[in-house]
Nanobody, 119 residues
Framework: EVQLQASGGGLAQPGGSLRLSCAVS????????IGWFRQAPGKEREGVSC????????TYADSVKGRFTISGDSAKNTVYLHMSSLKPEDTAVYYC????????????WGQGTQVTVSS
């Protein structure tokens, strides 16, 4: 059974940092692209970053480039999203999701983890 478990959210001050974790089970990371998405109240869900573990390639939304870093640990079956220089507009529920190799859509989703950036 494919499962994704997101964790690491919380309250951070503007300019602070948080690290989100997405623990996956039921599949090999090398066969999937793992993405992080977020949804703020009243806004549509947006893609934040994704990583293709088998070759390490990654992409970022313009709004987080230079501040967020995605990484994967195949041994731990975990993908991380390191968030720094946080801004209030980063406040959202963050989700991780998995897209199988060859697929055009994310087919598996974890539950969200709340990130709140406020002083």
């Amino acid at each position: 059974e494919v499962q994704l478990q997101a964790s690491g959210g919380g309250l951070a001050q503007p300019g602070g940092s948080l690290r989100l974790s997405c623990a996956v089970s039921g599949f090999d990371l090398d066969d999937y692209t793992i993405g992080w998405f977020r949804q703020a109240p009243g806004k549509e869900r947006e893609g934040v970053s994704c990583i293709r573990e088998r070759d390490g390639s990654s992409t970022y939304a313009d709004s987080v480039k230079g501040r967020f870093t995605i990484s994967g640990d195949s041994a731990k079956n975990t993908v991380y999203l390191h968030m720094s220089s946080l801004k209030p507009e980063d406040t959202a529920v963050y989700y991780c999701a998995a897209k199988p190799r060859g697929s055009f859509r994310y087919e598996y989703w974890g539950q969200g983890t709340q990130v709140t950036v406020s002083s």
